[in-house]
C-alpha cells in the first residue's frame, strides 16, 4: 500500500529523476493508499498530490509494468496513462480496477447475497466476484478502455521495456533538483 511517507519519498524520486534526465521505469504492485487515522493526521492527500504533481509535471520518458494488481486512486498516482505515461503495460494476470472484484461484489451484490442461504452465499460470492472480474478487472478491459496500452509476457518483459524507452523521445528534465 501507499502511504503517507512512502507517496512522499517517490515524489522525491520523481522529481530527482526528471531534475537530471533520468527516465522512469515504474513497476506497479499497489492495492491502494494504506487507509487509517495515522494516515490521514500523516497527510496522506497532501503527500499522495506530491506524487500525482511529480508524475504529472516530469517530462522524461516514463514507462509502467502492472505485475499484479492496482486499484483505485492509487493507479492514478503511480504514472498512469491519465499522467501521461509514456506506454502502461501489464502482465496478463495483472488486476486493473477501481477495487478488488471481492469487495466490489460485497457492495454491488450485498442484497442478492444477504438473500441467499448461509450454506451457498460463498459459492454465490466466489462466482459473482469470477464474473466481475472477467467483466471489469482484467488487462483487457483495462486495455479496452485505455488505462493500459498492451498486455505483455512476464518472459518478455525486460526487452518490451527497453524497447518503449528507446522509442520515447528522449527530453532533458525541466526542473531543477530542488528539496520538497
Request: aromatic share 4%; net charge neutral.
Amino acid at each position: 500500500c501507499l502511504n503517507s511517507e512512502s507517496a512522499e519519498k517517490a515524489a522525491r524520486f520523481v522529481r530527482l529523476c526528471d531534475g537530471f534526465g533520468i527516465p522512469l521505469v515504474v513497476l506497479v504492485d499497489v492495492p491502494g493508499y494504506l487507509p487509517g487515522v495515522d494516515q490521514e493526521w500523516g497527510g496522506v492527500v497532501r503527500r499522495g498530490a506530491k506524487l500525482l504533481h511529480a508524475f504529472g509535471e516530469s517530462s522524461v520518458p516514463r514507462v509502467t509494468l502492472v505485475t499484479r494488481k492496482i486499484y483505485g486512486g492509487a493507479y492514478i498516482a503511480m504514472n498512469s496513462r491519465s499522467l501521461n505515461a509514456t506506454k502502461v503495460f501489464a502482465w496478463p494476470d495483472a488486476e486493473v480496477a477501481v477495487m478488488g472484484a471481492k469487495a466490489a461484489v460485497g457492495i454491488l451484490h450485498k442484497r442478492k447475497l444477504a438473500a441467499a442461504p448461509d450454506h451457498e452465499r460463498e459459492a454465490l460470492h466466489d462466482e459473482l466476484a469470477d464474473e466481475h472480474d472477467r467483466i471489469a478487472g482484467g488487462v483487457d478491459s483495462a486495455i479496452e478502455l485505455g488505462v493500459v496500452d498492451d498486455k505483455i509476457d512476464p518472459a518478455h518483459t525486460r526487452s518490451v521495456l527497453t524497447q518503449a524507452l528507446a522509442e520515447a523521445p528522449a527530453r532533458r528534465g525541466r526542473h531543477k533538483n530542488i528539496p520538497l
